[in-house]
């Protein structure tokens, strides 16, 4: 299985300033013949299931503010929140579809500074 | 609008059995790959198992495999799981998803297994 390790476990960023999350896998996810990196990234509320923010590693879902960026290739990706907001505030999680199982990091909790 | 509603969960004993259901609508059901995702109380994200369209494969982790069983019948655009020999550690929340990039999540449905 391939494993997705998010780093840190959790994050304290002032409003208005960058959040950046990290995800490395064991194995590559970049699939050659279409040179597309299968890495989805998910916010999770309270409460609520998650809800997708970028899949092949760097395409933002409809929707979803342009202040989430992803980035990264092969084995190390990148979430990035260019300016915090209070909404902002859940856990993250990046997964893989590239094999299965689907695996997903960790988790990742973003919290006010 | 695309929605996914979950149900069938509930209490069970260990070594119980339940079946899961998921009612899709607002987009072509049998042109998408499904998955089931679980999420035990204050824990992280658990892929569990998927159901791609093209060719009907089906796959699972390995914690679940040789006791749940993902179905899907397209004529009712439903997605099932079936979940034999249910352990304490299968205690979770089971979310239906559509897409490998999971485009979009139901709201979820409680398991509990405890005697």
């Known amino acids: 299985d391939i494993v997705m390790t998010q780093s840190p476990d959790s994050l304290a960023v002032s409003l208005g300033e960058r959040a950046t999350i990290n995800c490395k896998s064991s194995?590559?996810?970049?699939?050659?013949?279409?040179?597309?990196?299968?890495v989805a990234w998910f916010q999770q509320k309270p409460g609520q299931p998650p809800q997708l923010l970028i899949y092949w590693a760097s395409t933002r879902e409809s929707g979803v503010p342009d202040r989430f960026s992803g980035s990264g290739s092969g084995t190390d990706f990148t979430l990035t929140i260019s300016s915090l907001q209070a909404e902002d505030v859940a856990i993250y999680y990046c997964q893989q579809y590239y094999g299965t199982p689907h695996t997903f990091g960790q988790g990742t909790k973003l919290e006010i500074k | 609008e695309v929605q996914l509603l979950e149900s069938g969960g509930g209490l069970v004993q260990p070594g119980g059995s339940l079946r899961l259901s998921c009612a899709a609508s607002g987009f072509t059901f049998a042109n998408y790959d499904m998955t089931w995702v679980r999420q035990a109380p204050g824990k992280g994200l658990d892929w569990v198992s998927g159901?791609?369209?093209?060719?009907?494969?089906?796959y699972y982790a390995d914690s679940v495999k040789g006791r749940f069983t993902i179905s899907r019948d397209t004529s009712k655009n439903t997605l099932y799981l079936q979940m034999n020999s249910l352990r304490a550690e299968d205690t979770a929340i089971y979310y239906c998803?559509?897409?490998?990039?999971?485009?979009?999540w139901g709201q979820g449905t409680l398991v509990t297994v405890s005697s």
């Open positions: 159901f791609f369209a093209h060719g009907g494969s089906t």
């Open positions: 998803v559509r897409g490998r990039e999971g485009t979009a």
């Open positions: 194995h590559t996810v970049l699939y050659s013949s279409n040179n597309k990196n299968y």
